[in-house]
């Protein structure tokens, strides 16, 4: 038989012409041996031939053995014969789909070991997920942590004995007839439900274990380098509680001891700074369960942090000519339906309550209040812009159980505005947001963001509200300012609602997370559902364009993020408490009395713990809050008319008179400064 030629494109745009059946190994080997050493799957890319679309994944239950388009990218063992003309990319332990691979091959040496270990095992299926990997499986007795500590260790030897990974092929209708006599009733299940009757069923073998799986995996079970066993949980077969109970255990797996701490640091750290936690340690807010889940009591310390927010979001807006309105919390369901809210938001409201002379509703959104203000007195094109600002609370109906402390709620403000202008106005506008949104960002410590510019489809401009032009016009004012101001960002095409284009801010914090708070959103629906005028230059009526934009978004969200961004040890100008007053006896009551009042007098926010407690337990306490100051005095202090001040975070203390603190710290607060 001779052996036909195929052609592999590599990434630098090189053609390697091999004999039909060589492996990406071989070509790998022959580019150079370190490469393959490194390479743990290839992906292929077919260079020729029609694309053919086939039945898409079943995601409940297991998409890696289900049918995959074609024409897409598909990863495939470094040991897989190369049949036809292919782009070919090794990949390597740097990409991210190797990351998948690998625990996907630790989840068959955890099902390995379980074999071993407990033979009368029965497998259900044990995919990779983002943070690791699982398998299902049935067992009569329950695994203890003992048990899982004694598979752990078994799949150490699993790992140490370097099994490769070899993929074989049996005809279905013998695999279904093992797996039935075994009572695999699982294997059975989707070996069934997943191949075609009289086709090769896909096997993987390493060592004696053998398992239905598509693949791919990592040449062998040594390169499983990094893993751990995390926990155990039950769920029925299939889901169904009339079917047995299986045993799922999770863990995850890494290419490298020090990938894997990482990741265990970062979710440590992540955990440190949750809120949810911190918002109790620091006795900032709570969810109390006989109000109601998403319902957040702001408690004295939050609620002054949520005070400096609100006061700086006011003035600011003050000076950067809105207008501040306050507007009811419930209105008529005819106001809704006007909005069209009743209409395409119903299922995110409360639902309407019955007074005697109409139904109710809590409102979603501010919108239609601030257009009802601006449609109560005629306006003229000298009016314009008008610019409405709220600190609004509003209320949006989320499902039971998915509630997230600070983060999901039910009941939220926004620092909502609506600006009303002419065309003309429109990039002056925009631009002014943008400026808006950065002074938060960077006010409250966050100096690095991200930008979205969801615009329309093109190519289904049937769907929009609103006429061309203005489209056109918001598109390109969004894009202009952007562009002047040198903020990279990324267009999102189709990505906009139907009723206008928008800006999307997402702020990243300390730890690389991105989290959406500020919007600047276009609609050129309502002002025509509401048939909002302005009498131009022209005498003739307009209609005026409408901006919604948030820049926290929600209070309470932004709050959240806050507390995690600083963990809880917040600049001086927001803590709740600045300074900690620390007596060392009653002896020194007086001068306590006497720094408290100076420093309340300089707008400090003080504390003085003037219980009759040792002195380094009440450090300590004031140091658990995070708070920035601690003033420690006794008799050489009030001789001296000085203070011994700690500062959070560091551990030499200064002596300084009372004033040169005092200044000090007014200096920071001032500009809100984020050190101390
Ligand atoms: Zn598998
Ligand atoms: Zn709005």
Redesign the pocket.
Known sequence: MSTQNIAVHLPDGSVKEVPQGTTPLEIANSISPRLAAASVVARLTPVTGAAQATAAADESEAGMYAAQDAAAPRLVDLATPLMEDTKLDLVTEKDPDALKVVR?SA??VLATAVLELFPETKLGH?PATDAGFFYDFYREKPFTPEDLAAIEKKMAEVVARDEPFMHEFAPREKSLEGFEKDGDFMKTHFVTKFTLPGSEVSF?RNGNFI?F?R?PHVPSTGRVKAFKVLSLAGAYWLGDEKNPQLQRIYGTAFFSKKEMDEHFARLEEAARRDHRVLGKQLELFSIQELAGAGLIFWHPKGAMIRKIMEDWMREECLKRGYQLVYTPHVARVNLWQTSGHEGFYANNMFTPMELDDAMYRMKPMNCPFHILIYKNSPKSYRDLPVRYAELGNVYRYERSGTMHGLLRVRGFTQDDAHIFCMPSQIESEVAACIDFAEAVLHTFGFTEFKVELSTWDPNDRAHYAGSNENWDLAIRSLDNVLKQKGIPYKTMPGEAAFYGPKIDIKLVDVLGRLWQLSTVQFDFNLPARFELEYVGEDGERHQPVMVHRALFGSVERFFGVLIEHYAGAFPLWLAPVQVGLVPISERHAVYAEKVEKALKDAGLRVETDARNEKMNAKIRDFALQKTPYILVFGDKEEGAGTVNVRTRGKTEQVSLSLDGFIAKAKALVASQSTGL
Request: hydrophobic residues 10%.
């Open positions: 996907h989840a068959h044990g993987y398992d799986c693949g």
